[in-house]
């Protein structure tokens, strides 16, 4: 059941109202990892230059995140840097310095190949094609975009959504990829597009799963301290990845279930700078908050309801 992530492998300069983080370790695929592997072991593919702190990815390779797949590049590593409003609900990008990340070209290892479960992190549409074009027969592919591809790479988006299983994007996002305002409308857009399922994640709100057959809200974990949003979206895919390849199915309840998981590993994301909080996160606190997300939506229909 091995899980493969292709992203980015960044150094994050981040301010927010609490601090600032200099050259932190962050990167789409970096914070997949940092989530999923608390839950299943990862296959990570991604390329730092060769002023990257290697070492610093040691806690992942210790606790079963491949790195096999992560090349070393001469030059520099790719470094994205962004401000937080007070709110903490935008933000704003200060810069991008792509780096080696502008001749990537993903090259998935032998072994990595025959991976059951695939996420394509936030990178060019094209690029996650080539990945789709070397592995086998995936089981289940998701993938992540971002306002840039769906501005200047358009059709080679929409031509990805014809060969993924699931899109996972934010509410800005589902609306400029359709076109529409409003939300099930722009599901709707999407799914005719090729995906079986969608995600659509609405920050501090939550996520909406919508599938074929329903669709199916979480919320946003109610937390007394945010103090860094960065990477909640990859630690939420993390989160809702690793706990699918750990069940192996694909039911409804399956992927409800994975939603809460995604959920869950986003707020642990934003309680610390980086990937911090995911050093010494355990599995006793995951399933801690799982079960306060239970309690949190379960109510009970009035008598009679019929139901
Ligand atoms: P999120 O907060 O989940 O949207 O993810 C933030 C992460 O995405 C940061 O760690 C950045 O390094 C990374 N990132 C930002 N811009 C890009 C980009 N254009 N391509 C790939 N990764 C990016």
Known sequence: M???VVGSV???????????????????????????????????VGVIGDDYPVDALNFLAER??????????????????????????????????????????????DQFRDAEWVFLGNI???????????????????????NLWIEIKRQRLVELLGRVDLL????????QLSGQHNLSKAAR?????????????????GAILFTPHSTFFAPGYPLEDVF???????????????????SGRLEDADLRRAVVYGSVLGSYA????????????????????VKHFHEMTVFELPVGAGV
């Open 270 to 289: 934003v309680e610390k700078f980086s990937v911090e909080r995911f050093k010494d996160l355990t599995a006793e606190e995951i399933e801690e908050r």
């Open 168 to 175: 996972m994007v934010n509410d800005s996002e589902a609306r």
């Open 228 to 246: 860094d949003p960065t990477g909640a979206g990859d630690a939420f895919a993390g989160g809702f990845m690793a706990h699918l390849a750990q």
């Open 64 to 109: 079963n995140v491949d790195l096999a797949g992560l090349e070393r590049a001469k030059g520099e590593s790719f470094r994205w840097s962004g401000v937080y409003s007070y709110d903490l609900n935008s933000r704003e990008t200060l810069e991008t310095r792509l780096g080696v990340f502008a001749d990537f070209t993903p090259k998935i290892p």
């Open 10 to 44: 960044a150094l994050d300069t981040v301010e927010t109202p609490f601090g600032r983080a200099e050259d932190a370790l962050g990167g789409s695929a970096t914070f997949f990892s940092a989530a999923a592997s608390l839950l299943h072991p990862v296959q990570l």
């Open 124 to 146: 060019d549409p094209e690029l996650q094609i080539g990945v789709l074009d070397q592995v086998h027969k995936p089981r289940f592919v998701a993938c992540d975009t971002m």
């Open 2 to 4: 091995s899980l493969l």
């Open 189 to 205: 857009w999407i799914l005719d597009r090729g995906p079986r399922y969608l995600i659509i994640k609405k920050g501090e709100h």
